[in-house]
């Protein structure tokens, strides 16, 4: 079968394997991959010699024709993160992510643990499907700022002061988490301004009902980009005694001035997804894909066939010219 590998040196080939079945999967199951997504992540992973297929957003069909989306963090369920209910935080997730540690969605099929997938409610298209791993952060984000009423803190914990009351919400970021995060949140009625370079972040941030003139005063910012620009942009725009969420991944360090003190910013972290009251955030996001049919319109902006690999990676790294979710079908 055809997969896409990194080849260390910034670039990506499409190459034949034999499909694997993980280590992990108790009850391993075929997909038969019909998209898959390109992540920020996978523009740094490139750089990367890694000994797996790339690609941890992508959806499918099982041997009996049923659509699924794929959790690509399957945990171990043993160890004491897990136990104690944060499977997002396994201790061993890293040794199996997929896309990472063990092959992920970019190739003709993936075997994954049955446990990993996620069958796609009517509305949910099969080949807008790699879209619910974005939003499954986008949710887990959500409920890490308290965007939702009863919402447990940023590390899982009951917090009984987490309940939104409704204010506006900034989120800094265009990519398809920003985004993302902006059509979770309207999806539950927050008010959302968002803070974007590019025209095409703009032009979807508009049809996914964001405000593009963000002002001061937020009590919760929500940090999509990951950069030290959007650091502090966030500080700058959040409210003293408000809220940052941390959503973006950080690919180099970055500082926080005396701004973070001296406002007493709340400072939480977010980091994949998990379960949130009894619900998986995986199926959350799969339920409001299906029930706004305007994100994929929204993010995704190219789509490219899977010999078509390299070009897609190279147009996924030009955000200026306007792509923001690019997705790969086999």
């Not at 040196?9 to 997504?37: L, Y």
């Not at 996978?42 to 797996?52: E, I, K, N, R, S």
């Not at 061993?92 to 796609?120: I, K, Q, T, Y």
């Not at 902006?182 to 590019?198: K, Y």
Request: charged share 20%.
């Amino acid at each position: 079968m055809r997969a896409v590998r990194s080849t260390g040196d910034g670039a990506v080939a499409v190459i034949d394997v034999a499909p694997t079945t993980p280590e992990h999967a108790r009850d391993p199951v075929r997909v038969r991959v019909r998209s898959a997504g390109i992540c920020g992540s996978d523009l740094h992973l490139v750089q990367w010699a890694l000994p797996a297929t790339l690609g941890h957003e992508f959806a499918g069909v099982l041997d009996d024709g049923t659509p699924v989306a794929v959790q690509p963090l399957p945990a171990c369920g043993e160890c004491d993160l897990c136990r104690a209910g944060r499977e997002h935080l396994c201790r061993h997730g890293n040794d199996r992510l997929h896309g990472l540690s063990v092959d992920g969605g970019l190739a003709d099929e993936v075997v994954v643990d049955r446990a990993c997938v996620v069958p796609l409610p009517d509305g949910a298209g099969v080949s807008d499907g790699a879209l619910v791993e974005p939003l499954a952060v986008a949710v887990h984000a959500a409920h890490a700022g308290g965007m939702h009423s009863g919402a447990h803190g940023g590390g899982g914990e009951a917090d009984a002061d987490a309940g939104w009351d409704g204010a506006p919400v900034l989120v800094i970021g265009g990519g398809s988490i920003g985004l993302a995060v902006l059509a979770v949140a309207r999806a539950h009625g927050a008010e959302i301004d968002v803070a974007v370079r590019h025209r095409a972040q703009q032009e979807a941030a508009d049809r996914l009902g964001g405000r593009v003139a963000p002002g001061l005063d937020y009590e919760l910012v929500v940090d999509c980009a990951g950069t030290q620009s959007s650091v502090d942009e966030a500080l700058a725009r959040v409210r003293p005694g408000g809220t940052v969420v941390l959503a973006g991944t950080f690919w180099e360090p970055v500082r926080f001035d005396t701004t973070l003190s001296t406002k007493e910013v709340r400072l939480v972290t977010s980091q994949t997804y998990g379960h949130h009251h009894g619900v998986r955030e995986f199926d959350e996001a799969a339920a409001v894909l299906a029930t706004r049919p305007e994100i994929a319109d929204a993010l995704v902006t190219h789509r490219f066939g899977l010999d078509d690999a390299a070009e897609a990676f190279r147009v996924a790294a030009d955000r200026a010219a306007g792509a923001i979710k690019v997705v790969v079908e086999p």
